[in-house]
T-cell receptor, first 115, second 116 residues
């Protein structure tokens, strides 16, 4: 069973508000990721990190930002939420390197609705 | 560039029927990993299986089985004697196996509905 947690599970917020989506894992994984999932189910990588103080943008451009001050935390922040940010956000983590245990473990997701 | 295609957007079967979910991939990497994930209505992605490109041996786990064929770039997933609890969206994914690789490329998913 994966030990990766996201809060909140559901969030409805007004336009212009600043929000932070939390993601924590207790598996000691170096790699962490944020995916955005469209209503049509497809997942897109928006941010990833190889470890503390490492953050990179993924393939899908996003107005969100991330930070990695501690190995176990990888929060995602939207400075000014807009309706176009309405989506599900999934956090994941995996081990670093070429270990055979390369699968990513996912949190339960945060369903964000911006009204 | 990598690409994963799940041509079946939605499938409905009656309970106890067998069902196969198709996955076809494209990659220029010589070594890679393939994955299947299950996403139930609760939203999380549950890891089901990882397959190394070196290992073409098919795998069976209970009612689940996977058929990896490198010659046709396919990694199909079969559920035998389907149950209502199998209703979910299933994603196939691909990742290069290099040390610096991070990119998990997902297919668009197949929504499976098992009708009682």
């Amino acid at each position: 069973e994966a030990d990766i947690y996201q809060t909140p599970r559901y969030l409805v917020i007004g336009t212009g508000k600043k929000i932070t989506l939390e993601c924590s894992q207790t598996m000691g994984h170096d790699k962490m990721y944020w995916y955005q999932q469209d209503p049509g189910m497809e997942l897109h990588l928006i941010h990833y990190s190889y470890g503390v103080n490492s953050t990179e943008k993924g393939d899908l451009s996003s107005e969100s930002t991330v930070s990695r001050i501690r190995t176990e935390h990888f929060p995602l922040t939207l400075e000014s939420a807009r309706p176009s940010h309405t989506s599900q956000y999934l956090c994941a983590s995996s081990v670093l390197g070429t270990s055979t245990n390369t699968e990513a473990f996912f949190g339960q997701g945060t369903r964000l609705t911006v009204v | 560039a990598q690409k994963v295609t799940q041509a079946q957007t939605e499938i409905s079967v009656v309970e106890k029927e067998d069902v196969t979910l198709d996955c076809v991939y494209e990659t220029r990497d010589t070594t890679y990993y393939l994955f299947w994930y299950k996403q139930p209505p609760s939203g999380e992605l549950v890891f089901l299986i990882r397959r190394n490109s070196f290992d073409e041996q098919n795998e069976i786990s209970g009612r689940y089985s996977w058929n990896f064929q490198k010659s046709t770039s396919s990694f199909n997933f079969t559920i035998t004697a389907s149950q209502v609890v199998d209703s979910a969206v299933y994603f196939c994914a691909l990742r290069p196996s290099g040390a610096g690789s991070y990119q998990l490329t997902f297919g668009k998913g197949t929504k499976l509905s098992v009708i009682p």
